[in-house]
C-alpha cells in the first residue's frame, strides 16, 4: 500500500472512529463518483426535537501530512476543481469537505499499545455549498476554519443542524 493510501485509510478510520462513538452510522460508498466518500448517519429523531428523521450528511474526505498547509485562523487546501464543483452545487443531503491532517513523519501517525490508541493529528471540515464557480483548471485553495475541528461533540451539533433541516 502507499503512503498516499495510508492517509486515505487512516482519515476513513478517524471518521469511522467519531461516528461509532457519536453512536452514527457510517457507510464508505463504494464508487467516488460524485465527490462523496462517505455518508454519516443518525437513527430516528434526534433528542426528539428533529424537523427530520433519521438525518445523514455526506462526506468527502482528504488527506495530507505536515503543516505547510495550516495556518493561524485556517487550514489552506488545494482541492481539485472536480471535488470543489460537485460540492459546491445544490444537493438532497448536506455535503462537507473533511482534511484530515496527519504529522510529517509517518511513524507517529498512529500508536498503539494495551492502554491506547492514539491516531495524531485531527480533521477539519467546511460546506462548500453555494461557492462561486471557478476559473480555476485544477485545484482551487479552499480555507478550513480551525474552528471547525471534526470531533465527536462537533459531529454531533452537526447531525442536529441537518436534523433541523438548517445548511451546514
Not at 453512536?23 to 465527490?35: E, G, M, R
Amino acid at each position: 500500500m502507499t503512503e498516499n493510501e495510508q492517509k486515505q485509510q487512516l482519515s476513513f478510520a478517524y471518521i469511522h472512529a467519531l461516528a461509532a462513538r457519536a453512536a452514527y452510522t457510517f457507510q464508505q460508498t463504494p464508487v467516488d463518483d460524485d465527490s462523496i466518500d462517505v455518508r454519516i448517519g443518525a437513527r430516528g429523531l434526534i433528542h426528539g426535537l428533529a424537523v427530520l428523521r433519521s438525518p445523514i450528511m455526506e462526506l468527502q474526505l482528504k488527506a495530507t501530512q505536515g503543516s505547510g498547509f495550516v495556518r493561524e485562523n485556517h487550514v489552506a487546501f488545494p482541492l481539485p476543481v472536480k471535488n470543489f464543483n460537485e460540492l459546491r452545487l445544490p444537493s438532497m443531503l448536506p455535503r462537507l469537505l473533511v482534511v484530515f491532517l496527519l504529522p510529517a513523519d509517518p511513524s507517529v501517525w498512529l500508536e498503539t499499545s494495551e492502554d491506547c490508541m492514539i491516531s495524531r493529528h485531527c480533521a477539519y471540515w467546511v460546506s462548500l455549498r453555494g461557492m462561486a464557480q471557478t476559473d480555476n483548471t485544477s485545484t482551487v485553495t479552499v480555507s478550513l476554519p480551525r474552528s471547525q475541528r471534526l470531533t465527536v461533540d462537533g459531529l454531533r451539533q452537526l447531525m442536529e443542524r441537518a436534523a433541523q433541516g438548517e445548511p451546514l
